[in-house]
């Protein structure tokens, strides 16, 4: 059940210890199975452990430090939401993937690079949602995909580098004031609603984006310090959402393809400095303050 008999005295949950007691070997740990388990301040899971079903210790609010085993690949769904002592994990190199909401809302949560597996694929909503000490220059050379959005809103991160990236979701860094440098795949094809929006963003990799299809509104919006000059001109642009690039105060340069057809309201206004904007085929369809003001 929920071990209770493990937890007495010392709050440390040793499922490895469980095993070895029972003369059983633990596969998978059923949905809530340590939810709101009260006393327990450390959990350590057995390397046969393979599957971990979400909310597995939702809301064991005295839970300060985790040892993961060595035959997960994913870390559940919800598995540390609402453990709100919790300060360190151990994930071990083979993770695979971060489920739903994961870590989501940990602010006592204290993580590095080192303590992320190069393993890591995927990603998914929320995993580390206002995470303020999960910080540092992360990079994850195996990441492909986020599912969902706002992974990292509001985190400690300084840098993030995923070069097979394709697709970068929305709100992924969103209100996150220290985030600076970002790195991802030059065939990126899609950057979600306000993925950078109002964060420390200061430069972006690779500026010139030639398999970009779409843009979503609000994404680099208010995103003071970035420096980058874009070349779109290669990409496949046809539109530009509302407040896309509003607000670049050091941005001198925007190139748009010719298959570039509209700028929407706001788009690329309010930025208050001299700058160049290029359109690479047929003036498209300017909306109302799109360009307003510009310096130059």
């Excluded at 971990?52 to 005295?62: E, I, L, Q, R």
């Excluded at 598995?79 to 971060?98: D, T, W």
């Excluded at 994850?140 to 995909?145: E, G």
């Excluded at 840098?159 to 979701?169: G, H, I, M, Q």
Aim: include cysteine.
């Amino acid at each position: 059940q929920n071990g209770s008999s493990y937890i007495a005295g010392s709050g440390v949950l040793d499922l490895r210890t469980v095993e070895a007691d029972c003369g059983v070997v633990l596969k998978v740990s059923n949905n809530g199975a340590l939810e709101k388990v009260a006393g327990m301040t450390e959990v350590y899971l057995p390397d046969s452990l393979e599957s971990v079903d979400g909310n597995t210790f939702t809301s064991c609010t005295s839970l300060t430090n985790a040892v993961l085993g060595s035959g997960m690949k994913a870390v559940g769904t919800r598995m540390f939401y609402k453990c709100s002592s919790l300060q360190k994990v151990l994930l071990p190199e083979g993770i695979e993937e971060i489920k739903d909401e994961a870590f989501d809302l940990l602010k006592n949560l204290v993580m590095t690079q080192e303590d992320f597996p190069s393993t890591i694929t995927t990603i998914r909503n929320c995993a580390f949602r206002h995470c303020s000490k999960v910080t540092g220059d992360l990079v994850f050379p195996n990441l492909t995909t986020f599912t969902g959005g706002y992974h990292f809103q509001g985190a400690g991160v300084t840098s993030f580098t995923a070069p097979k990236l394709e697709d970068v979701p929305k709100g992924l860094f969103n209100d996150s004031k220290k985030f600076t440098k970002f790195v991802c795949s030059p065939n990126v094809t899609n950057i979600g609603y306000r993925a950078f929006q109002a964060s420390g963003l200061r430069d972006f990799y690779p500026s010139e984006l030639t398999k970009l299809k779409t843009l979503s509104e609000g994404v680099f919006r208010a995103c003071g310090s970035l420096t980058n000059n874009f070349d779109l001109s290669q990409s496949e642009l046809t539109y530009v959402p509302p407040f896309a690039f509003a607000d670049l105060v050091k941005v001198k340069s925007i190139k748009f393809p010719k298959t570039l057809t509209e700028l929407a309201s706001e788009s690329i206004g309010y930025n208050k400095s001299s700058r160049a904007v290029w359109f690479m085929g047929p003036p498209p369809t300017i909306g109302e303050k799109a360009l307003y003001p510009n310096g130059g």
